[in-house]
């Protein structure tokens, strides 16, 4: 059970008007960096990294660059429903369904839908963390390099074939995320790889950097390619709230994709992408409607965006107490968390508890700030619709630019950045799918970093992921997945073959 | 389109033998009989060619409509891109906000067609907001162009 003491010292610090007002703070401008495209939560927050210096508690710091993150979480659906161009890659799916409802006059709706899932979501995330972190802290301390190896392959394989269409597809993806992630200095040796005699190439490909070239810069290229010049919605926006029966198809959805994007989102890598991604697909199969899916069906904005908060707060799961980040956003909260002496890991719990409960109950506060932020203000966000694309799309690409700038302050990474916009363009039109490259490329270095720790241990051998039973059973676990897949995809092939045959006689 | 996959099938054969053969040649497979800095990277780049290769024989037949990478609107992605290339040359000499200011301009004139006043005006008015935002609210160090003596 729970520290029910340690809770209420944590309210209590949350509590205190500093820490309310870095609260609201960071709420705000996370959901301000949501609904910007090109500026995400991790640019943010690294923008941000120098400020933490400068507030004396560790608590404050961490729950200003928290609202950030998960403030984020609930301004990405804007941009994602109103534009088609996701905020940040959490809300890439919401794209699909959310923005065809805002074609239809039904902005509102979606963007009050995806509110409130994200507030019921984010309480469920948050109750989850309060029961769930104190024993799987106890947990990790059993975790070797095998258990993390076992662990990131798993979710992999996950995110690989349980979003996209085309399997093959998302795996040369992955492949691609997991190359592009090896690309500057080996974390265990220090020798610099794939640099081909370019120094700026020594250090790695930022995270940002690449979310922004494939998902901004990439955007702006395919959807330049319409030649018709029209404002992205001429129609009246009227009922700006969702209907009840908006709320009955989507009931389930949130509650489905609160706790799937709450499992998911412990995973190493998972996170809110791979959350959504997971939810959009459920969705579909549950749905007694799948063919709606792509055309505006609720669920499909309903779900994933319950997954990415949920799942947004859950990430914080592993960093808290595995030390692991899952993703670029909280890589950064450890670097805060660093800088100001505290090492996250299993040892947080007994040594920092005030800052780990205080963390957790602002997190509560935060999601009722941002509940009261975004419903009130979805029809600010709607207006946005009004502005033709012809003038957007010069300032989305002027966000993309100077914000993947203002994280290093190199140019080198706005190149960078044009590179992979180039890439993402091109990808996208021979049907690629983006999400596994984006997360191998988080995992990437977690995965190679325990492999070679784990077959150090072994002397070798790789038997050491089948013999260690934690490593076992992830590995266990993601070998019977891909059978399973191949198994099914053979079954269907198999049942069409006889159809085709039929026909053609 | 199947045309177009099997470039990409060997785009990322190249890819995946570029990969291999820096693993095998310049980093090292393996480190004093441990898993050395080109481990990984080789396992990928074979794991990468098997699945170009996949790739490229799962679309070998000919599509049988001809179906074209760019169907319309194909110099606009490439104007853009030029447009940003400019503005990422002249960052440095002209100062971020300068290059925003004339990225939006340029954008607006040779993509949109935008009457020239309204571009500038535009233009301006991104500039200035770039400006208040990155460099006054959030202290970001923004190059103020060698050309100004910065």
Redesign the interface.
């Given at each position: 059970m729970f520290d029910v003491a340690g809770l209420l010292q944590g309210f209590a610090i949350a509590l205190s008007p500093i820490n309310l007002l870095f609260a609201f703070i960071g709420a705000f401008v996370g959901t301000a960096v949501g609904v910007l495209p090109g500026l995400g939560p991790a640019a943010t927050i690294a923008?941000l990294l120098?400020v933490s210096y400068k507030i004396g508690s560790p608590v404050t710091a961490i729950i200003l660059m928290a609202g950030v993150f998960y403030g984020a979480m609930y301004g990405g659906s804007t941009t994602s429903i109103l534009l088609n161009i996701p905020g940040e890659a959490a809300s890439v799916v919401t794209c699909i369904d959310g923005y065809q409802m805002a074609r239809k006059g039904r902005a509102g709706p979606a963007l009050g839908i995806a509110a409130i899932g994200s507030f019921i979501a984010g309480t469920i995330g948050v109750l989850g963390l309060t029961l769930m972190a104190p024993p799987l802290a106890e947990f990790a301390l059993k975790f070797g390099p095998p258990e993390y190896f076992s662990l990131t392959v798993l979710g992999l394989l996950l995110a690989t074939y349980l979003t996209g269409e085309n399997p093959?597809?998302g795996?040369?993806m992955a492949?691609?995320g997991?190359?592009l992630g090896?690309v500057g200095l080996?974390p265990?040796?220090g020798?610099v790889?794939?640099d081909f005699g370019v120094p700026d190439l020594q250090s790695n490909i930022d995270f940002v950097t690449l979310a922004m070239g494939l998902f901004g810069?990439g955007e702006?290229?395919?959807n330049?390619?319409?030649?018709e010049?029209a404002s992205i919605l001429t129609t009246k926006i009227k009922n700006l709230w969702p209907t009840v029966a908006d709320l009955a198809r989507s009931g389930w959805a949130m509650v489905r994709g609160s706790l799937l994007g709450f499992a998911v989102g412990i995973l190493p890598g998972g996170g809110a992408v791979l959350a959504s991604l997971v939810s959009y697909a459920t969705e579909k199969k549950f749905s007694k409607h799948p063919e709606e899916f792509g055309q505006g069906a609720i669920e499909g904005v309903a779900g994933p965006e319950a997954a990415n908060n949920s799942a947004a707060t859950s990430s914080f799961i592993p960093l808290l107490t595995l030390g692991i980040p899952g993703n670029a956003s909280t890589a950064m909260i450890f670097a805060v968390l660093l800088i100001q002496g505290i090492t996250p890991g299993p040892f947080l719990l007994k040594e920092h508890a005030p800052v780990f409960w205080g963390v957790v109950a602002s997190m509560y506060i935060g999601n009722v700030m941002l509940l009261v932020l975004n419903l009130p203000l979805v029809g600010m966000w709607a207006q946005l619709l009004r502005v033709p694309y012809?003038?957007m799309?010069?300032?989305i690409?002027?966000l993309t630019?100077?914000g993947v700038?203002?994280v290093n302050?190199s140019?080198f990474d706005?190149?960078t950045m044009?590179v992979m916009?180039?890439f993402g363009?091109?990808a996208r039109?021979?049907k690629?799918d983006l999400g596994p490259l984006l997360l191998a490329f988080v995992l990437g270095p977690i995965?190679?970093r325990s492999?070679?720790q784990a077959?150090?241990m072994s002397h070798?051998s790789f038997h050491i992921f089948f013999t260690r039973p934690i490593s076992a059973v992830l590995m266990g676990t993601a070998v019977l997945f891909v059978l399973g897949n191949l198994w099914t995809a053979r079954r269907t092939r198999n049942k069409r073959a006889p159809q085709l045959e039929s026909r053609a006689a | 389109m199947k045309s177009w996959q099997r470039v990409a099938g060997v785009f990322l054969l190249i890819v995946a033998a570029v990969v291999i053969q820096q693993s095998i040649y310049v980093l090292r497979l393996f480190d004093a009989g441990q898993p050395g800095s080109g481990f990984m990277p080789f396992g990928l780049g074979i794991i990468l060619a098997i699945l170009s290769a996949l790739l490229i024989l799962t679309h070998l037949r000919s599509d049988p409509a001809k179906v074209r990478f760019w169907e319309e609107g194909w110099l606009r992605p490439i104007l853009a891109l030029g447009i940003m290339v400019a503005f990422v040359v002249g960052f440095n000499w002209l100062g971020a906000v300068l290059s925003v200011v004339i990225l939006v301009v340029a954008w607006l004139l040779i993509l949109e067609r935008k009457p020239v006043m309204v571009a500038v005006a535009t233009g301006v008015l991104t500039g200035a907001v770039v400006y208040f935002l990155f460099e006054v609210a959030l202290q970001a160090p923004f190059p103020r162009g060698r050309l100004f003596g910065g």
């Open positions: 923008l120098p093959l597809k795996l040369i492949i691609m997991l190359i090896s080996d265990l040796s020798a790889r794939f810069v702006i290229l395919i330049l390619e319409q030649t010049a012809a003038y799309a010069p300032m690409a002027v630019l100077v700038y203002s302050n140019v706005i190149w044009i916009g180039i363009y091109v039109k021979l690629f995965m190679e492999l070679r077959l150090l070798g | -």
